[in-house]
């Protein structure tokens, strides 16, 4: 297993290597001159010399791109210019948000998704199939900003249920009540829910027609064992890479919630940086939560490697 974990963090390397250079490449090609407008106004031909001289933009492209990757590696992601901080700083902070409100999702829709799965295939062509896959077809084909938008439509405005948007009140006690009430509606707007269920569903329909359940079931096994002991474990070798790649789908689908709920995450600070040109701040935070979703699809293929030896091989 220690080889093998190793060998996934190797094979890592290349991947975040690319990341870098596109993230790079991607705010080098972006129309304007970053130097001016970060001057704003006081973008005298003297000043926007002398910025860009101070933050190496006159230096050939390549070069750029190998000082930043080289300050990176030795964890210097550089200063935000809109912001005066260290961009490590600021990514770390607004990260914590990030992770409370897409863990929460992920968590919510890998439960929810799975169990909405089995239930699905152990009743194939029943009542609870067909309006658990009319659900899912509903939840996948509304788009998470869209949903975000009406929960707090109504849910908010009209109901008065939850607040509107923000991840702590503005007045009163931060305690957990206050986060839960602010987190419910953001976290349930992150929809993955659906393709979990539809593609636990498929992974177990497949397993119920193996040979190992008709023998269990011959044996006299509680259908419920059959269902939720055997069979669900010997799906989950399908299933988890579908959470791995559901977690990528969690992240992207927060800088939209962050945004219609003002949550104070990652996604939203980008959004900022990137109307303000904060070039350094951009490029770290897209760096860092890259760098986060290899890392968890490595822990992903390791906890399937686990279920199923045969895949180290």
Known sequence: ????????????????????????????????????????????????????????????????????????????FGTSFALNRPVLDEVLERFNGTLVLAGTAFVLCSVLGVVAGV????????????????????????????????????????????????????YGARDLSALVSHLTMPALAVVATGVIARLSRSAMLEVLRQDFIRTARAKGVHERGVIWRHSLRAAMVSIIPVLGIQAGFVLSGAVYIEIVFQ???????????????????????????????????????????????????
């Open 119 to 170: 239930i699905s295939a152990a009743n194939q062509y029943g009542l609870a199939d067909k309006a658990i896959t009319f659900a899912v077809l509903l939840g996948i084909s509304i788009p998470s900003f869209f949903l975000g938008m009406m929960m707090i439509l109504f849910f908010a405005v009209n109901l008065r249920w939850f607040p509107v948007s923000g991840m702590w009140p503005i």
């Open 263 to 313: 949550w104070p995450g990652v996604g939203r600070m980008l959004v900022d940086a990137i109307l303000k040109r904060d070039i350094l701040l951009v490029q770290g935070g897209v760096v860092f939560v890259a760098a986060c979703y290899v890392m968890f699809n490595i822990a992903v293929d390791v906890a399937q490697s686990l279920l199923d030896p045969r895949i180290k091989t």
């Open 1 to 76: 297993m220690t080889g093998y974990i190793l060998k996934r963090l190797v094979s890592a390397v290349p991947v975040l290597l690319g990341i870098t250079v596109i993230v790079f490449l991607i705010m080098a090609m972006i129309p304007g001159d970053p130097a001016t407008a970060i001057l704003g106004s006081y973008a005298t031909p003297e000043n926007v010399e002398k910025l860009n001289r101070d933050l190496g933009l006159d230096k050939p492209l390549v070069q750029q791109y190998f000082i930043w990757l080289g300050n990176m590696l030795t964890g210097d």
